[in-house]
T-cell receptor
Framework: GENVEQHPSTLSVQEGDSAVIKCTYSDSASNYFPWYKQELGKGPQLIIDIRSNVGEKKDQRIAVTLNKTAKHFSLHITETQPEDSAVYFCAPRKGGGGNKLTFGTGTQLKVEL | GAVVSQHPSWVICKSGTSVKIECRSLDFQATTMFWYRQFPKQSLMLMATSNEGSKATYEQGVEKDKFLINHASLTLSTLTVTSAHPEDSSFYIC???????????FGPGTRLLVL
């Protein structure tokens, strides 16, 4: 099955700094690449996604970049704020239909004042 | 838009009893819903895919007779944990696929504690 890893597993930044989380996947047929934010005790919330025919997408302070050749995509958060503190998951969709997502190992982001 | 709810948000039950969790898409129809389980400090693991009007598809290692799924309408899927045991204690999360799109919208989760 699809093997999905995230790095780093924990990330601590100062408020206002940028944060980058990398997701590496194994299935070259993956064609949809979302990032989810999960706050403690809550369900995941989609924050940004990208499709395989696009290399980069930006939404205000959040951006995602995709390198299909190397099979990885990254989440970029600029001007971090305390409310960005959460666990972030990548969840590439395996090719071949079924719309199944495979969640990565997760990254705990802590934004310090 | 694209709001998914779950009920109950948390439940405590005795070992051996059955527990039903509901997942509803509030403002859209979902022909496909998914059920995940998440243990503390771990990632989400897909348990099964629920399709309206047909039998659910279970992931490898998930017992279909223990985790009963019913998707009787386009806005409701239910997961019943039968004869629950302490090892079934977990955070159960559903998601719904918005028709025509590929985005999964997640519910707030249901925390189950089996004593």
């Amino acid at each position: 099955g699809e093997n999905v890893e995230q790095h780093p597993s924990t990330l601590s930044v100062q408020e206002g700094d940028s944060a980058v989380i990398k997701c590496t996947y194994s299935d070259s047929a993956s064609n949809y690449f979302p990032w989810y934010k999960q706050e403690l005790g809550k369900g995941p919330q989609l924050i940004i996604d990208i499709r395989s025919n696009v290399g980069e997408k930006k939404d205000q302070r959040i951006a995602v970049t995709l390198n299909k050749t190397a099979k990885h995509f990254s989440l970029h958060i600029t001007e971090t704020q305390p409310e960005d503190s959460a666990v972030y998951f990548c969840a590439p969709r395996k090719g071949g239909g079924g719309n199944k997502l495979t969640f990565g190992t997760g990254t705990q982001l802590k934004v310090e004042l | 838009g694209a709001v998914v709810s779950q009920h109950p948000s948390w439940v405590i039950c005795k070992s051996g009893t059955s527990v039903k969790i509901e997942c509803r898409s509030l403002d859209f129809q979902a022909t496909t819903m998914f059920w995940y389980r998440q243990f503390p400090k771990q990632s989400l693991m897909l348990m099964a895919t629920s399709n309206e009007g047909s039998k659910a598809t279970y992931e490898q290692g998930v017992e279909k007779d223990k985790f009963l799924i019913n998707h009787a309408s386009l806005t409701l899927s239910t997961l019943t944990v039968t004869s629950a045991h302490p090892e079934d204690s977990s955070f159960y999360i559903c998601s719904a696929l918005s028709g025509g799109l590929e985005t999964q919208y997640f519910g707030p989760g249901t925390r189950l504690l089996v004593l």
